[in-house]
């Protein structure tokens, strides 16, 4: 079975300049979170999706991040404009309905210098 | 809110050694509990969960872990851990459909 697919994986942006993160959840998964995780802390979560409805983005910043889910299968993230404390690995996972279990993608590494 | 902690963020112990990792939650009512393993250079993957019934949990790579409700607390054990088990660990909450909370992590290095 193929896992979450995530693009790109690592990418290095100026403050204040834009970047967008892809995700593929797993097939069939139709709850889709993204988590920020820092250096030196667990992942947080920004936004979580049912399909293509929102659930939870209780936690994004949301003068800066924004994210969708149109189709309801794949997801980006956006950030813009970027800032320093930005630089973080962003994860990207998948459950089945509502599922108990989260299943979780590579990451895509964001430097913001 | 849910909150996790982690008690060591760093732990460093010789192949053979046995492991015990710490983890404590906030909240009181019906939780359901993870760890989660992070390899070098990989991304996250469930080390083992806790839902209902027996509170002791084995996992894979022979990793276990005790629910103890009084204590609020789910350790991760290993009797005997291997150079590979070098990695960063998380213990995860989860209130029923409501998001996974994450501790801070213990990075675990093996010296073989």
């Known amino acids: 079975e193929a896992g979450v697919a995530q693009s790109p994986r690592y990418k290095i942006i100026e403050k204040r300049q834009s970047v967008a993160f892809w995700c593929n959840p797993i097939s069939g998964h139709a709850t889709l979170y993204w988590y920020q995780q820092i250096l030196g802390q667990g992942p947080k979560l920004l936004i979580q999706f049912q399909n293509n409805g929102v659930v939870d983005d209780s936690q994004l910043p949301k003068d800066r991040f924004s994210a969708e889910r149109l189709k309801g299968v794949d997801s980006t993230l956006k950030i813009q404009p970027a800032k320093l404390e930005d630089s973080a690995v962003y994860l990207c996972?998948?459950?089945?309905?509502?599922?108990?279990?989260?299943?979780f993608g590579e990451g895509s590494w964001l430097t913001v210098v | 809110a849910q909150s996790v902690s982690q008690h060591n963020h760093h732990v460093i112990l010789s192949e053979a050694a046995s492991l015990e990792l710490g983890c404590n939650y906030s909240y009181g009512g019906t939780v359901n509990l993870f760890w989660y393993v992070q390899y070098p250079g990989q991304h996250l993957q469930l080390l083992l969960k806790y839902f209902s019934g027996d509170p002791l949990v084995k996992g894979i790579k022979g990793f276990e872990a005790e629910f103890i409700k009084s204590k609020f607390s789910f350790n991760l054990r290993k009797p005997s851990v291997q150079w590979s088990d070098t990695a960063e660990y998380f213990c995860?909450?989860?209130?029923?459909?409501?998001?996974?909370?994450f501790g801070t992590g213990t990075r675990l290095l093996v010296s073989p």
């Open positions: 995860a909450v989860r209130e029923g459909f409501q998001k996974l909370v």
């Open positions: 996972a998948s459950s089945l309905d509502f599922g108990v279990t989260i299943y």
